[in-house]
């Protein structure tokens, strides 16, 4: 990998950065980057993480890989002032939403696009990442992509079909979860821990929980069961939660999510 790209400084970019800096075998100074208003940051992130300032969309010319981490209504502007310097290169798409189809007309079909949905936990390089692959992808531009997205986290490869739900599912997951922890949370404050001891336990009960899962190779259904004796304490309080309906919120849950998702989409793909 010789060069990369990266277009936007914000959170997302950061992530990637992070996670490529940790690669021993890559030079930092050969990832380039780019934002519109605040040149402090790319100081910021130049000191840092190493990365060179980009001192304009020229920059990109010569790269193999261009990351895409702009908002999704600022993806259409960022891409015709990328395109003069389009020749080939791979773009990774982090921008929600934003269908292939739609960056590959806009980029006049001169790079080859990948669309990623990334979550929260990219940031301590724990994400869950979905992926699309656009057509005019190639196998190896497919591994270079990964290889480097998997220095942020685990990645999915995906028909890009699914990528509302992958929204829904584990781009919105870290919220959903959340829900559920800050209601554990408060009933346990309620039944008397300090709140400090709550958060404690809190955490490595969730930490362990999927350790758990991912070590012993178990569904939840399977874990949920193995923890569950008969009319003891978790069946206690595993029937009110069925009782009330938690599973049926969930799914519904994550069906509004995604249709939200593609709304959103549409939204802003539509011609302004
Ligand atoms: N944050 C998340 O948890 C998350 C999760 C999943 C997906 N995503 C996706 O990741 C993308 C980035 O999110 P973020 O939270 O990192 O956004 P952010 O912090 O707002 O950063 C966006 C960056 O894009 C730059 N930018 C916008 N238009 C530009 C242009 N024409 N040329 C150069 N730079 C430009 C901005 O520069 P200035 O600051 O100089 O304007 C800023 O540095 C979004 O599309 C989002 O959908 C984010």
């Given at each position: 990998m010789d060069k990369i790209f990266v277009l936007g400084a914000g959170a997302m970019a950061e992530s990637f950065i992070k996670g490529v800096s940790?690669?021993?075998?890559?030079?930092?100074?050969?990832i380039y980057v780019i934002n519109r208003h605040r040149p402090e940051r790319l100081v910021e992130l130049q000191r840092v993480y190493g990365v060179t300032p980009a001192?304009?969309?020229?920059?990109?010319?010569?790269?193999?890989v261009i990351v895409l981490t702009v908002k999704p209504y600022d993806v259409r502007a960022a891409l015709r002032e990328l395109l003069p310097y389009l020749d080939g290169q791979i773009i990774i798409s982090f921008a929600a939403g934003i269908p292939i189809s739609f960056m590959e007309e806009i980029t006049e079909r001169r790079a080859h696009v990948i669309r990623t949905m990334p979550n929260v936990p990219v940031a301590v390089l724990e994400g869950a990442i979905a992926m699309a692959v656009g057509e005019s992808v190639d196998a190896k531009s497919v591994d270079v992509a990964k290889r480097l997205l998997e220095k942020l986290g685990i990645v999915v490869e995906l028909a890009e079909e699914l990528m509302d739900a992958a929204t829904a599912f584990s781009g919105s997951g870290p919220g959903f979860v959340s829900y559920f922890l800050e209601a554990m949370e408060d009933a346990a404050v309620g039944l008397g821990f300090s709140a400090e001891m709550a958060r404690q336990l809190l955490i490595q009960t969730v930490v362990g929980t999927a350790k758990v899962l991912e070590e012993w190779g178990l569904s939840p259904a399977e874990l949920k069961a193995r923890v569950t004796?008969?009319?003891g304490t978790t069946h206690a309080g595993l029937t009110v939660l069925a009782d009330r309906g938690m599973g049926e919120a969930i799914a519904h849950a994550l069906v509004e999510a995604k249709r939200r998702s593609k709304e959103m989409g549409e939204q802003f793909t539509k011609e302004s």
């Open positions: 940790q690669d021993p075998d890559f030079a930092v100074d050969h001192s304009s969309m020229e920059e990109a010319r010569g790269a193999n004796s008969p009319n």
